[in-house]
């Protein structure tokens, strides 16, 4: 297959740069081979026809910070293989999973899972022991087996073991990833309490579910050890103002489906009420997006959790909670995030991958992504494409991918982490496009 000479196309460098229209040559192993007049010159002396692609953008690719994988060989909703192949098409040229897994990835042994390249699969060890936050994990051992952190589960742990943990300081300077969260404390909830929560006749989950274990968090980010927090899936316009006030603010992420969805946006049947932390109001939702805006909250988590066929039938209150973000036939979380905050609310470019792929980044303690010829960690993404009409089923076995009914406009049309057969880049014209400045 010769290789293919985009004409025109939206270059996103890195961090700091702007949009600049060039031209750029992909050769059919998905390595960028030249930028500029340079991919210009070899196109037309390969006697190559260009492909208009103004309407597109070549950026790096992102980073999703934290997901889940239970069962990496067998899993009925999802494997290694089908999530890398999920991630790829959507983008995702680097996914930080969780320990949560059957056996729980607590020691080096279950710290060895690994994605070819172009691909990058890190992995965060445990913080406790078995996931069961009775006793410390072997907290040097795993990061000295490649751990890039570690993760407690999905809510807070004893707050005497967590300070602990700190205070022994093995982990430093590697984050410590915990959830401001207290299942005791949800009262058997699942929805954010509100008045939208009471329409839809879900039981309600109180802000004291995140706000008491927030708060203890706060006070332990400011105290010897306390550097190395992070808090994972913040979900409250409560939590982003007791955030704001801290004297100390640790990094935070927020996952991407509390920035697209809330209480009053699903239909009762739709795919998303279900989630861990809970789906927020109107009104989190606005918060969370400010606080990102803003900083106080640094990057956006895919936090992939999928569920197969047979449970997504069970009633909301019986399965597993939950979304499939790393979905779509090429792409989910970007579509739906460019449509939301670039078209409308204004953001650049350069913003939306300040959250999607170099804060993911920095928060990793990996250094940040950037377009460069001879790599292949590139994606050219078309924000005016129908992802309905992209060839091809989701790669995910998911069977809880939302917004299927109603897919975001957008697709990632091609990426230098899959395969030339699976570029979507047949039609001869790219519709022209609006972009705001980087």
Known sequence: MAPRWLQGVQLLRGPGAALEPLDALIGADGVLEDLGAQAAQRGGALGLQPIPASGWI????LVDPH???EDPWDGRSETLATLAAAAASGGYGTVALLPWARPWRDRPERLTLRWPDPQRLLLWGSFSRDGADADLGPHADQLEAGAIGLACGAECPPLSLLER??????????PVLVAPRQSALTSGGFVRE???ALRAGWPPDPLASELLPLAALLILADRPGGQSL???NLSTAAGVDALARAPRRPSVTVGWWHLVADSASLAPTDEGWRVEPSLGTPADREALLSALRQGLIQAVAVHHQPVDAEERLLPLDQRRPGVAGHGGRHGLVLPALWQ????RRHWTAAELWQVLSWGPSALLRQP???IAAGSRRWLLFDPKARSGTAPGPSPSRAANQPLQG???LGVVRASGLTEAAQWWLDPPEAEEAGFPPA
């Open 58 to 61: 070549l950026a790096p690719v």
């Open 67 to 69: 997901s889940v994988l």
């Open 165 to 174: 943990g700190l205070l022994l300081a093995e982990s430093a300077p590697r």
């Open 194 to 196: 509100g008045v939208e």
């Open 230 to 232: 992070m808090l994972m």
């Open 340 to 343: 939301e905050l670039v078209e």
């Open 368 to 370: 940040p992504e950037q």
């Open 406 to 408: 109603r897919p975001p």
